[in-house]
């Protein structure tokens, strides 16, 4: 899915968007947990409610109609151009590197310039059992160079069937959601809603709500 990424990154030396165009929605500030950028804020989204601010990074949750674990999302700036953040997002490779408690990760297939499908794996505490998923991954550009979003969801593949011990996810959705603030500065929001299968402790699925997306995007920082 790096095909997209170089076209990108190709394309950084031609006519920029005027500021009004471009800008990204407002990020919360540190110290207040509420509202995340106005496309996702709980005032123009009702039923979002706070669960953390740590480090610059809101997180909010909301019911899911899927599932019985809230959708988490995740709202933090990264210090680094969008296309930057945009390589490590799409290199399956690296997402053992810096997403929360990815034990295994990896590439199944390349379907085109910008969709793949991508396999993870999730560690999880003794005695509860790891948590798998394929997912269909596609890149979407909102705004050129200057807004890209990251869609993900679960599915099948015959290349990578259910493991024994391991619980298959089969149903996840969510999006990596890349805002150039300017040549430098990335605005990125992390939302999951996701079935994780089986039965988890309360304590451990609490955990997930607020630390997946409060320690993913604070290592994604780090691999800028």
Do not use: K
Request: charged share 25%.
């Amino acid at each position: 899915m790096l095909g997209l990424v170089v076209v990108l990154a190709g394309c950084r030396a031609g006519p920029s968007i005027a500021p009004d165009e471009a800008a990204p929605p407002p990020l919360a500030d540190a110290s207040d947990p509420g509202p995340t950028p106005a496309a996702a804020s709980p005032s123009t989204e009702p039923g979002w409610s706070p669960v953390a601010t740590e480090d610059g990074i809101v997180v909010t949750s909301r019911p899911s109609e899927r599932s019985p674990l809230p959708i988490f999302r995740g709202v933090g700036r990264v210090d680094a151009p969008l296309v930057e953040v945009l390589a490590v997002v799409t290199d399956a490779e690296r997402h053992r590197e810096w997403v929360f408690s990815c034990s295994e990760s990896g590439l199944v297939e390349q379907t085109s310039e910008s969709t793949g499908v991508v396999y993870n794996r999730t560690d999880t505490p003794w005695p509860v059992p790891d948590r798998d998923v394929v997912l269909d991954s596609r890149i979407e550009l909102v705004d050129g160079e200057r807004e890209v979003v990251v869609r993900f969801s679960a599915m099948d593949h015959p290349a990578r069937p259910p493991l024994d011990g391991v619980v298959r996810m089969t149903y996840l959705e969510g999006h990596y959601h890349l805002w150039a603030e300017d040549d430098a500065h990335t605005r990125v929001e992390y939302q999951v809603d996701s079935d994780p299968g089986g039965s988890l402790p309360t304590w451990l699925a609490t955990r997930g709500t607020r630390d997946m997306p409060v320690e993913t995007l604070r290592a994604l920082r780090a691999q800028v």
